[in-house]
């Protein structure tokens, strides 16, 4: 093991990995070193204990696989374990070290959750990204946390902070079970550190600070700069907890109506808008989902070909885009890119904030469900207020879309005029 020059950070994460807690959660700023200490710590234990089994969790195992496994394990590995030799076992998603210990990447949605967790124990569980997970995929996986070994079985948890109302919060700082709100019989077995980006600085290219994570609205800067617990409580139309609540676990129902919201970009410098492209869905019960935010920063025609993978890929009815700015330019995009395409144009006569309001609305009455989990999208609904300056690309889509499904069901179509 190679002793490789770790931030102040990070050495003082080591000293809380190695304390008594048995749940540890670092949480903080966009690339503050929280991942890339998580897995060191993880690689450490599975070396010390020859023949364990250690886990590396997201919500959806190719998030787990390609962004830790692909990428910060080989990275740990070359800088603090030169030599190493770690083997990739294709078929089953893990990794086999030369002791014979097993590092398993995996995911905790509905199917990946039986399979690939339930069936094995483990040393340890690594829950990377869990303000993505609901709690209920938490306790499933740790009832997994069992395998008997020399080492003391521990679970690590690591995210950018989100509301207050998520479990993560009530769990290690609140020190309250989530689901009974009870407080915590050891709340000493949970412990949490804060580590932001200005204490990686060492490791991070020049100006990312700064111009990428400083040129964020202010709640993004809270959450990816300053590694801030965000308030529920704001004067926007939606609020993390009002999202959360509403969120699908589970199999799809069938689909009555499928709807492409589009809100195009008519430039493509690299200071165009992005595209919002929102994939949603109605059932037969008057309940929404949304499906897919496949929105990106592109040429009328890429941005359109985009409309047509995601219009086929969810077998949608159609095709909604907003007319106000490129009029037939918008139309001649999405005819060219599949000349078939049902595409509805419409024209915002009101502002957005009164557009958004009935489909916000529809949250409220817990209509509206997301299907896993859509960080840029969601960051959009929770910051927009009626005085943004910046145009909601991604949120005028999912508004279109949502207003076009409901608008066959309970809205007056006037919201399309």
Not at 10 to 20: E, M, N, R
Not at 91 to 108: A, K, Q, T, Y
Not at 323 to 338: H, K, S
Not at 385 to 405: G, N
Request: hydrophobic share 40%.
């Amino acid at each position: 093991m190679k002793n490789f020059e770790k931030t102040s950070a990070q050495q003082q994460a080591i000293k809380l990995l190695q304390g008594p807690a048995r749940h540890i959660l670092l949480y903080g700023g966009s690339r503050s070193g929280k991942t890339f200490i998580l897995v060191y710590a993880l690689l450490v234990r599975a070396l010390k204990a020859p023949g364990s089994r250690h886990a590396i969790l997201r919500f959806h195992g190719n998030g787990a696989r390609y962004a830790v496994g692909f990428d910060t394990l080989p990275k740990v590995v070359s800088t603090a374990f030169p030599g190493l030799k770690a083997d990739y076992i294709k078929s089953d998603n893990f990794f086999v070290l030369p002791n014979r210990s097993e590092i398993w990447l995996g995911g905790l949605d509905a199917d990946e959750r039986a399979d690939r967790i339930l069936g094995r124990e483990f040393a340890t569980i690594y829950f990377n990204e869990c303000s993505e997970i609901p709690y209920s995929g938490i306790s499933t996986a740790l009832t997994r946390l069992a395998q008997k070994t020399p080492l003391i079985n521990r679970a690590y948890y690591d995210c950018n902070p989100s509301g207050k109302s998520h479990w993560s919060y009530k769990l290690f700082v609140e020190k309250i079970e989530p689901e009974s709100n009870l407080i915590l019989p050891h709340p000493e077995n949970y412990a949490c550190m804060l580590m932001n980006p200005a204490d990686n600085r060492a490791n991070l290219p020049t100006g990312y600070i700064e111009d990428t994570l400083g040129n964020l609205s202010l709640r993004q800067q809270k959450r990816f700069l300053e590694g801030a617990w965000l308030d529920d409580s704001g004067s926007g139309l939606w609020s993390n907890s009002m999202i959360d609540r509403g969120r699908w676990h589970g199999n799809l129902p069938d689909f009555q109506q499928v709807a492409i919201g589009v809100d195009p970009a008519v430039t493509a410098s690299g200071s165009s808008d992005f595209t919002g492209i929102v994939a949603a869905a109605r059932d037969g019960n008057g309940e929404f989902f949304v499906l897919e935010d496949a929105s990106l920063q592109a040429s009328p025609l890429k941005w359109a070909q985009q409309v047509e993978r995601t219009y086929r890929k969810w077998h949608a009815d159609r095709v909604i885009g907003e007319v106000n700015q490129g009029g037939d330019l918008i139309e001649m995009a999405l005819r060219t890119a599949a000349c078939d395409l049902p595409f509805k144009a419409v024209r915002a006569t009101r502002g957005k904030y009164l557009r958004a309001e009935p489909v916000a609305a529809l949250y409220e009455q817990h209509k509206v469900h997301h299907i896993g989990y859509f960080r840029e999208l969601e960051e959009e609904m929770c910051c927009y207020r009626p005085d943004s300056s910046k145009s909601p690309d991604r949120l005028d889509a999912l508004v279109w879309a949502l207003s076009y499904l409901a608008g066959q069901n309970s809205f007056s179509r006037s919201i399309l005029a």
